[in-house]
């Protein structure tokens, strides 16, 4: 079946640093992506987004990159901050008012 | 900036009772999302509306069932509940017509003990 997940389930950064998330996605007729960010008892943040037929987009400190022939998404974040901690989660859809098929959490943990 | 809104957000069930969810979705908004998620889990897809149908349904046992009404409010009803239905439950909206991005509320907390 159709399954997006990420490789890693927890990362640890040294605060400063650039963070990099990974994800793999396998239905190639997504065509929206999209990362997450989850605090404690919260429900997820829109972080960033990037439609198919883009390969790289930026935001305020973070970046997604698309690698379509690889089917892979990562979330870069520059110069990581405490308030970063939290559990992101990658999410495919297929396109307009269809539902989104969340990946695995990651954990990051930012060291002070 | 208003966002979505889902009451209540803790609420504790015996098994075999039955819950209700209520999300009201950002103004303007025409589709809800519900998800499921359990400890430690990634959300799941449970069911969609959009402009008061049914868009899309997921992983929503029968026991479950959920509408939307005319202002868009929209709400999921459980029933015979069971330990394992244990789990925070979110609702999403967003706008039709091309936009993707879908704003998530605080969660309900559903135990059921």
């Known amino acids: 079946g159709e399954s997006v997940g990420l490789h890693l389930p927890t990362l640890s950064v040294q605060e400063g640093d650039n963070s990099i998330i990974n994800c793999a996605y396998s239905n190639s007729a997504s065509d929206y992506f999209i990362w997450y960010k989850q605090e404690s008892g919260k429900g997820p943040q829109f972080i960033i987004d990037i439609r198919s037929n883009m390969d790289k987009r930026q935001g305020q400190r973070v970046t997604v990159l698309l690698n379509k022939t690889v089917k892979h998404l990562s979330l870069q974040i520059a110069a990581t901050q405490p308030g970063d901690s939290a559990v992101y989660f990658c999410a495919e859809t297929p396109g307009a008012n269809s539902k989104l098929t969340f990946g695995k959490g990651i954990t990051l943990s930012v060291r002070p | 900036a208003a966002g979505v809104i889902q009451s209540p957000r803790h609420l504790i069930k015996e098994k075999r009772e039955t819950a209700t969810l209520k999300c009201y979705p950002i103004p303007r908004h025409d589709t809800v999302y519900w998800y499921q998620q359990g400890p430690g889990q990634d959300p799941q897809f449970l069911i969609s509306f959009y402009e008061k149908m049914q868009s899309d349904k997921g992983s929503i046992p029968d026991r479950f069932s959920a509408q939307q009404f005319s202002d868009y409010h929209s709400e999921l009803n459980m029933s015979s509940l069971e330990l394992g239905d244990s789990a925070l439950y979110f609702c999403?909206?967003?706008?039709?017509?091309?936009?993707?991005?879908?704003?998530f509320g605080q969660g309900t907390r559903l135990t059921v003990v």
């Open positions: 999403a909206s967003s706008e039709g017509g091309g936009n993707t991005e879908a704003f």
